[in-house]
């Protein structure tokens, strides 16, 4: 029986954290799923000048997959309006050649892109990268009827996106077509 007390107990002091930890563990899971950043065969990494499309679809797969963990949530599907597409900028290396002739100096530059050789292929070298900025978020989700469950998914939503509450709308999902 005491065993049982020490969970009561336990469970207890994590009721009050519980939000401050789902944001944890939404983020967590974030961090852990693939970027999509493998390389497919036979592309030239030198030749992608910027960033990949379908960012934002990327971000609303994730998303849908993390916001469907919520307790309550079942199955959710998110839309994310961007305001850009971000911005990507590679390094280039500058060649730069000169010739004189008869009194008179002829340049010639060429420019190629700075790759990294890894196992299995090469890659670009960033020099920056700006993610998409978004303007507004719609979840909708099978359980948005429960107020606890909406608060979770807009606190989820907010912390993955950046995006204020204000331009974030849950909402409770209808039935399949």
């Known amino acids: 029986m005491d065993i049982r007390k020490k969970i009561d107990a336990a469970l207890e002091k994590l009721k009050g954290a519980k939000y401050v930890l789902l944001v944890l563990l939404a983020g967590l899971v974030l961090l ?31 998303l849908e997959d993390i916001l469907s963990l919520i307790d309550g949530a079942g199955q959710v599907r998110v839309l994310l309006t961007a305001a850009d597409d971000g911005e990507r900028v590679l390094a280039r290396d500058t060649e730069t050649a000169s010739e004189s002739r008869d009194g008179e100096t002829r340049t010639e530059s060429a420019e190629t892109s700075v790759v990294i050789q890894r196992t299995g292929g090469s890659e670009p070298v960033e020099i920056t990268c700006r993610a998409p900025r978004y303007r507004g978020a719609v ?39």
């Open 32 to 62: 852990l799923l693939p970027t999509g950043r493998e390389e497919k065969a036979g592309q030239d990494p030198a030749e992608d000048s910027g960033l990949k499309t379908g960012a934002a679809g990327d971000l609303e797969a994730r």
């Open 139 to 177: 979840v909708a989700a099978q359980g948005a009827d429960d107020a606890r469950v909406r608060l979770e998914l807009l606190e989820a939503v907010k912390a993955a996106t950046g995006l204020s509450g204000d331009v974030i709308r849950i909402v409770k999902m209808g039935p399949a077509r």
